[in-house]
């Protein structure tokens, strides 16, 4: 009895004896929780979808750096009314992913702490950011993120349906130079196949008409916000993009009354010939692709937005690992530092989720190359680029350019009507911000 | 028995606006079972097929499997059981107070309470949450608890209750030498426990469903509570590509409260006839 409370106590003050010396630093990210199937895999090659690899790298990362503790909190989509609380309250997490496009929002009031130190530290230098990647993580002429992606909206292409209206030349898609050639193809598309060349979501998706105008916008080289409270839309430029899509819609050459989910089934059963939606539907198509018996089996290509006036542009995003201002200890920055250079080193694994690198090298890599379509997209990664780093609110202004698109491509408002109309409630929400 | 009796007064064709009416509000829970029932890939083809095999556990399988999920679901009860508790003791205090107590200005701080009614949550979101940051009680059980007691319904619910009572039963059991709060505790309190029943079952409704203050008090995974956790485990356009697991993680979150339902079963629809009644 004597020798079993002896033990005991020994068992005691060996437990307590054992403090968790480790650095800790508090990392906050979007994209799912997936411990169930990947909360204790190291193995990055095999993991899949954002929320594996994510995973699975962090597990990684504390796997070959014992001396750091790396505590996770995986928020509700996209987690900004989280963090928000968390930096109201004084106590936001280490470094969190964030849209780039929200950068400014919170860069704008102070609150993001600018990370050209820490990168240096990590031996990431911005010169090693894809354009894209770099400009979306420079606000005032400094870094105040690690570009982690670039993501964009591409044309997704039925090339089964596509060969039947005689659009395709050396296995390839063959996509209209001009706005006018983009009507021949789609009517043709439409007598061959009996289906509209265009699968949209009308419905519920303002970003799907936003991120179209703004790709036209930025090829004509057109200035969209001339300072950080106007919006300029009511122009040629815009009339013109606006005029194509509602002309497309009323000639019946689009899927109408879709919603996302509605629009992506009927690309998946292969119910039109192009859906113009984001980089991370990729894999989900691939998948299809590769299904024998399904309608998409053998049948897909995806391409960047074709060239029909002025340059090649696309209006992008991607995410970044920002760092919300706070008090951190040496211990915690140099923690970080090595995080940061772990991620950096993984870019590679993450580009298997269908989003484009953040990095030039990785873009250079055969491994990067070789997967599937990544070859026909990379040029994003360069051409790609964001609106300039003062405009604050992107989201909200976003959804009140949808709805007026909405309105104008279905018919519903005059294009010109919709055009000031979007640009009116523009400037009177931007007039409001503090 | 006539056949009218027999179907509960009800004509024919009331029985049968009555089922239809039914259908239509059953309709979308089927739908929603039956969706939780089938894989992501094939829903993202055709949701239509959610009515014909096959049929997977998969989606359930996927959410027991989380790590934190039964933490999320104990935080929930815990939460939604403290609020409950707590909003009960409050409003038969201040139920009883209204109804029976004479003090000055009284009624103008009747009114008081009751405009609380009139302020959406939104309104005193950021006061509140600065608040609570200053009492260092986010990412903690009173702070998730503490919001919810503040209910002018509840108050305004019991003191009508109260009101409803004769109070000869009060004068009755002074007589016989109860103090004022053994008057309350002994004699009225249990009369009104069918109105606790009806007040206890929507606070733990509403406390069990809330989203938007446990969202941003509680930041930390591990103080989720289920509403919050469950939403964390979904990825971006899960409505597309996770349809099924979408649908399974509501009927998982409603299980809890279908229980609670059956349980309580008698008490809300008394409840309800009594307040449609009145």
């Not at chain 2, 939460?79 to 508790?85: A, K, M």
């Not at chain 2, 979101?125 to 940051?133: C, E, V």
Request: glycine share 8%; charged share 15%; net charge neutral.
């Amino acid at each position: 009895m004597r020798a079993l409370a002896i033990l005991l106590l020994a068992l005691l003050a060996f437990g307590c004896g054992r403090g968790d010396d480790r650095t800790e630093i508090f990392i906050q990210r979007f994209f799912g929780e997936c411990g169930a199937v990947y909360g204790q895999s190291i193995d990055v090659a095999a993991a899949e979808s954002e929320c594996g690899i994510l995973t699975t790298l962090i597990n990684r990362f504390e796997a070959e750096n014992p001396d750091i503790r790396v505590g996770i909190n995986v928020v509700a989509w996209p987690g900004y009314p989280q963090l928000s609380a968390q930096i109201a309250a004084g106590d936001p997490p280490d470094l969190v992913t964030m849209h780039q496009s929200v950068i400014s929002d919170y860069q704008g009031r102070g609150l993001l702490e600018p990370m050209d130190g820490l990168l240096r530290e990590a031996g990431i230098g911005p010169e090693t950011f894809t354009a894209a990647g770099r400009r979306g993580v420079t606000k005032s002429g400094r870094t105040y993120g690690m570009p982690w992606d670039t993501i964009g909206r591409l044309f997704h292409i039925n090339t089964r349906l596509m060969a039947e209206a005689g659009l395709m030349r050396d296995g390839r898609p063959v996509l209209p130079r001009s706005p006018e050639e983009l009507l021949d193809h789609a009517r043709r598309f439409r007598q061959a196949t009996g289906k509209p060349y265009l699968i949209q979501a009308h419905v519920n998706a303002p970003d799907t008409h936003v991120g179209i105008l703004y790709t036209y916008l930025l090829a004509q080289a057109a200035v969209i916000f001339p300072d950080a409270r106007h919006v300029r839309l009511n122009t040629p430029e815009a009339r013109r993009i606006v005029e194509l899509f509602r002309r497309i819609q009323a000639e019946g050459l689009t899927t109408r009354n879709q919603d996302f989910p509605a629009a992506t089934a009927a690309f998946i059963n292969g119910d039109g010939g192009i859906f113009p939606t984001g980089t991370w539907m990729i894999g989900p198509y691939d998948a299809e692709a590769a299904t024998p018996g399904q309608p998409l089996y053998r049948s897909y290509a995806v391409l960047p937005f074709p060239h029909l006036w002025g340059r090649d542009a696309a209006f992008v995003d991607g995410h970044a690992w920002v760092m919300p201002r706070r008090e951190r200890t040496p211990e915690q920055r140099r923690a970080l530092a090595r995080f940061l250079r772990f991620l950096a080193s993984h870019n590679y694994d993450w580009t298997r989720t269908g989003h484009l690198p953040a990095f030039q090298a990785v873009l250079a890599t055969p491994q990067f190359r070789s997967l599937p379509h990544r070859s026909d997209i990379a040029a994003m990664a360069a051409t790609g680029a964001q609106l300039p780093d003062y405009v604050q609110r992107q989201s909200a202004i976003q959804g009140l350019i949808g709805e007026e698109l909405e309105a104008a491509v279905t018919g519903i408002k005059p294009v010109e009507r919709a055009l000031v109309d979007a640009e009116r409630r523009v400037n009177e929400l931007l007039a409001q911000m503090l | 028995m006539s056949a009218a009796k027999a179907r509960g007064g009800l004509s024919t064709p009331a029985l049968i606006g009555v089922f239809l009416g039914a259908a239509v509000m059953v309709a979308p829970l089927v739908w929603t079972l039956m969706l939780s029932f089938k894989s992501n890939a094939e829903l993202m083809r055709d949701a239509g097929t959610a009515f014909s095999a096959p049929y997977t556990f998969e989606n359930y399988r996927s959410i027991l499997q989380g790590n934190m999920v039964f933490r999320w679901l104990i935080n929930s009860a815990i939460v939604s059981v403290g609020t409950t508790i707590g909003v009960l003791a409050l409003c038969s205090l201040a139920g009883y107070g209204f109804a029976r107590l004479d003090f000055p200005f009284r009624r103008s701080l009747f009114v008081f309470v009751l405009l609380g009614l009139a302020i959406p949550e939104q309104a005193v979101i950021l006061p509140q949450h600065q608040l609570f940051a200053q009492l260092g009680l986010h990412n903690s059980y009173p702070g998730l608890i503490l919001p919810g007691l503040a209910g002018p319904f509840g108050v305004f619910f019991m003191t009508q209750y109260f009101r409803a009572i004769p109070r000869e039963l009060d004068e009755a059991a002074m007589l016989d030498g109860a103090s004022r709060f053994g008057t309350f505790w002994r004699v009225l309190l249990p009369l009104t426990l069918p109105a606790q029943a009806t007040l206890g079952v929507f606070t733990f409704l509403a406390s069990w469903n809330s989203y938007w203050w446990p969202l941003i008090s509680a930041t930390r995974s591990d103080m989720f509570t289920l509403t919050v956790g469950l939403a964390s485990s979904q990825m971006n356009y899960a409505q597309t590509s996770g349809l099924g697991f979408l649908m399974a993680q509501a009927v998982f979150a409603s299980i809890p409260i279908l229980i609670v339902y059956v349980i309580f079963q008698k008490q809300i629809v008394r409840a309800m006839a009594g307040a449609a009644v009145r």
